[in-house]
């Protein structure tokens, strides 16, 4: 920090103190760049722990006699889940280890870049899956519909489980992460939505108070929404159009 800094502190200069922030800045985001390779390999695992709680590791029951207890030990899965969870511990303990440390003008807490990271990564994986499975090939195919919003919910029902798994060896509020994340999603893709109806555009997609991008994806061929809420919604209105369905009001419902 003092090399670019050296002329402008022999000669007093009234600017040493932005660009000793802008510098700081500089170092603490190529810090970020390096460090994020963690949460990436966390994120890699966590698909792995996903499909064992969810397909190969049953919920113990309230209630449970003797003679089931073997049926739900899964011994050779909880091993693995062992090993998974003691990996990701160790991706993370040095960082947690680490104490509050000055880089140039700007106090870094590890821990922080360390949620961000997560942020960052749950943030990607989370998009990308909703912009995959919200491509539709039949408009108004009422059951294409359902069989996409079926798998969509065991996908979530499994990240959404193992992120809740290794929020306490992670020491982070997973929950809480998880909620404001996939809010911040549907915000923002929202947003992107409502821009094709005003006159003034802007550019949506990155959260400018956290730093957090959502993925850019290149708009399906057969719909011209951005986002994966405009194609649900354009799939719902082919399938409540007048043309195939009927309201009717005394039932409150569509035939």
């Known amino acids: ?45 966590l698909e792995e722990i996903s499909e064992l709680l969810i397909s190969k590791i049953p919920d113990f029951p309230v209630k449970l006699s003797k003679e089931e207890l073997k049926e739900y ?3 050779e899965n909880r091993y693995k889940l062992a090993k998974l969870t003691h990996k990701i511990s160790v991706y993370t303990e040095g960082i947690l280890f680490l104490d509050k440390a000055l880089m140039g003008v ?53 990240l959404k489980k193992a992120f809740e798994y ?3 060896f992670l020491n982070i509020p997973g929950e809480q992460i998880w909620r404001e994340e996939v809010s911040r999603i549907f915000r923002i893709s929202l947003d992107k939505e409502g821009m094709k109806l005003i006159s003034k555009k802007h550019e949506f997609g990155n959260d400018l108070e956290s730093g957090i991008t959502l993925p850019q994806f290149a708009i399906v061929a057969n719909d011209g929404s951005p986002t994966f809420l405009g194609r649900m919604l354009n799939q ?3 399938i409540l159009s007048p043309e195939k369905v009927l309201y009717l009001d005394q039932v409150s419902n569509f035939y």
Do not use: C, W
């Not at 670019?4 to 190529?30: F, H």
């Not at 989370?126 to 079926?150: C, M």
């Open 166 to 168: 290794i929020q306490d």
């Open 106 to 158: 700007i106090q870094v807490n590890p821990k922080d870049i360390l949620v961000e990271g997560i942020r960052k990564e749950l943030v990607k994986n989370v998009a990308r899956t909703l912009h995959g499975f919200f491509i539709f090939t039949n408009k108004g195919d009422n059951d294409e519909l359902n069989a996409k919003l079926s798998k969509l919910k065991a996908r979530f029902k499994g």
């Open 1 to 45: 920090m003092n090399l670019p800094l050296g002329r402008m502190m022999e000669a007093n200069s009234d600017d040493i103190e932005n660009v000793a922030t802008y510098y700081s800045s500089e170092l603490v985001k190529y810090v970020k760049r390096v460090l994020q390779v963690i949460p990436t390999s966390i994120f890699a695992n």
């Open 236 to 238: 719902l209105i082919g």
């Open 73 to 75: 030990t899964a011994f």
